[in-house]
């Protein structure tokens, strides 16, 4: 087995596609304005993988529980995760675009990483994230490193 793409079953199919495409400045591999899929580079071979965007009704449909309702005001089940260079650079990017933030930017020692998190239009979180050095991990986390290192 092989991941293709990771897609986002959605209502607003125009306003999720102006989102990722002009908001967040993914390149559209794939789709258009009106359409019912599009698909968007995320930096892994296009071609094979990517970041898509489905008719939520178009899928119920297809596997038959369109007369199921979607969740409401419930916690996240799945998060988005982009790794970036400059999550400082890139917020601000994002947030001249119009992307509203939920949080500024934080390092969080615990994860080793550089965070900040945000929705899309039909409230999927996003996460962009950049790796913070060793120096700056939690020692819970150097410790539970140690299991994993390969050098």
């Excluded at 996240?76 to 949080?103: A, P, R, S």
């Excluded at 390092?107 to 945000?118: K, M, Q, T, Y």
Aim: net charge negative; glycine share 8%; proline share 2%.
């Amino acid at each position: 087995m092989k991941l293709n793409n990771v897609r986002l079953l959605v209502n607003d199919f125009d306003s999720c596609f102006r989102f990722y495409s002009e908001k967040v400045g993914l390149a559209v591999t794939w789709g258009k304005l009106g359409g019912d899929y599009a698909s968007f580079d995320i930096g892994i071979d296009s071609n094979k993988m990517g970041l898509s965007i489905f008719k939520t009704d178009l899928m119920a449909t297809a596997i038959g529980n369109f007369d199921k309702q979607l969740p409401l005001n419930c916690r996240e089940k799945i998060v988005i995760v982009i790794q970036v260079d400059n999550v400082d650079g890139i917020y601000k990017k994002l947030t001249d675009n119009g992307i509203d933030f939920i949080n500024k930017p934080i390092d969080i020692a615990g994860w080793g990483s550089r965070v900040a998190h945000f929705k899309d239009p039909e409230d999927n979180l996003i996460e962009i994230y950049s790796e913070l050095s060793k120096d700056n991990w939690s020692n819970d986390l150097i410790e539970e490193s140690k299991d994993y290192d390969t050098n």
